[in-house]
């Protein structure tokens, strides 16, 4: 206890002796920091990092901001000289932004219904950039600058140049759709273990499926006279095709390309590996499996082309695919029964395709 107390006296000493070149006024001003900061500590007794108000900077800065730099860095503060400088800062910056600070707003929000409207334009046309979409609102007679499109687009989070021109390839299929064939190989085995492989085509449009055939040896003459038989169907249904998608599969010749050109359709290939660039065919292969192959035992070809027959008469003339909006490929969606006698009293009918394997289902006569 003696030591310690030898210490404290020494200290102090010691602080009295830096204390004497200073004046009073450099005194009394850090005799108040001081007292500032122990009230600080006193509120926030506990916390491991001291935390100052706004209030309490606007107070240190305005009290310590006189002082010289040389002084400032003697006195014993909780913060760095060069922080409470940064304060007064702070605080002369925020009293000329509030004085400076214009009496009116700036021009007015685009109206609601402008703003829509550029938002439509965008969503609609991809490839239009905010000029484009500009020059459109002028021919609107809807007159905006077009730094404001700009804006529009950003605060939407649409890339305001036409960047998004960049068409994905489910957009070229959805834009061509009218004019788009599909075809493809689906493998399968007979329940005497002979391979067998079907060869179908289908409209993207409609979603309407052509089964060509099946044949355990799909040669380059059975893959030509199967292109010649899809050109026939075709014109027979009057049906304008310029373009036709297949993958790269080597039972493919030549000669089936020759033969789609001859009729003005243009093939165009898959990428290697990848199925999604032939999407559309790719589902109706699995849509195939799943309902019809998984679920019957072909005896053999004969049989295997009465199931296909069967299903592509029920895939094209009952069954609802989503991706044209639940309709039908070779009939639209009936219009909705309304009336309530109707309604309450249903008489569904089922009707049994291949053994049951497929249900079709309407109202009874």
């Known amino acids: 206890m003696l030591l310690r107390l030898a210490y404290l006296t020494a200290t102090h000493a010691f602080a009295m002796l830096r204390l004497m070149p200073m004046s009073d006024r450099d005194?009394?001003?850090?005799?108040?920091?001081?007292?500032?900061q122990i009230t600080v500590l006193e509120r926030q007794l506990g916390n491991d990092r001291v935390r100052f108000t706004p209030s309490d900077r606007a107070f240190l800065a305005a009290l310590l901001h006189r002082l010289p730099s040389q002084v400032l860095r003697r006195v014993r503060l909780l913060v760095r000289p060069d922080t409470v400088l940064r304060w007064n800062r702070d605080l002369i910056?925020?009293?000329?932004?509030?004085a400076s600070q214009p009496k009116r707003s700036g021009r007015p929000r685009t109206v609601r219904s402008i703003r829509s409207l550029v938002l439509r334009l965008a969503q609609e046309n991809p490839s239009w950039?905010?000029?484009r979409i500009h020059g459109e609102l002028?021919?609107?007679?809807?007159k905006v600058a077009a730094s404001t499109v700009w804006e529009i687009l950003r605060e939407a989070g649409i890339d305001p140049a036409p960047e998004r021109a960049s068409s994905t390839w489910a957009d070229f299929l959805c834009s061509q759709a009218d004019a788009l064939l599909a075809c493809d190989f689906l493998e399968t085995v007979t329940l005497s273990g002979a391979r067998l492989?079907?060869?179908?085509?289908?409209?993207h449009a409609?979603?309407?499926?052509?089964?060509?055939?099946a044949t355990g040896h799909p040669t380059a003459t059975w893959v030509t006279q199967a292109a010649k038989n899809l050109v026939m169907d075709l014109e027979d249904a009057d049906c304008r095709v310029r373009f036709l998608i297949r993958d790269r599969d080597g039972k493919f010749p030549a000669l089936f390309d020759a033969v789609l050109k001859d009729a003005g359709i243009e093939v165009v290939l898959s990428g290697v590996r990848m199925p999604r660039m032939n999407s559309i065919m790719e589902r109706w292969v699995?849509?195939?499996r799943h309902e019809l192959l998984d679920r019957t035992l072909s005896w053999n070809q004969r049989h295997l082309l009465h199931a296909l027959r069967e299903f592509e008469d029920f895939y094209n003339s009952h069954r609802p695919h989503q991706g044209i909006a639940n309709a039908r490929p070779l009939y639209p969606l009936p219009v909705p029964i309304t009336d309530p006698e109707r309604i309450s009293r249903l008489d569904i009918r089922r009707r049994k395709r291949l053994g049951g394997i497929l249900h079709e289902y309407q109202?009874?006569?």
Request: aromatic share 6%; net charge positive.
């Open 27 to 36: 005194k009394d001003t850090e005799i108040l920091a001081l007292r500032h």
């Open 93 to 98: 910056a925020r009293r000329h932004a509030a």
């Open 129 to 131: 950039g905010y000029c």
């Open 138 to 142: 002028l021919v609107l007679r809807i």
């Open 197 to 203: 492989y079907v060869f179908a085509v289908i409209e």
């Open 206 to 213: 409609s979603r309407r499926i052509r089964i060509l055939g």
């Open 286 to 288: 699995q849509t195939c």
């Open 363 to 365: 109202h009874a006569a």
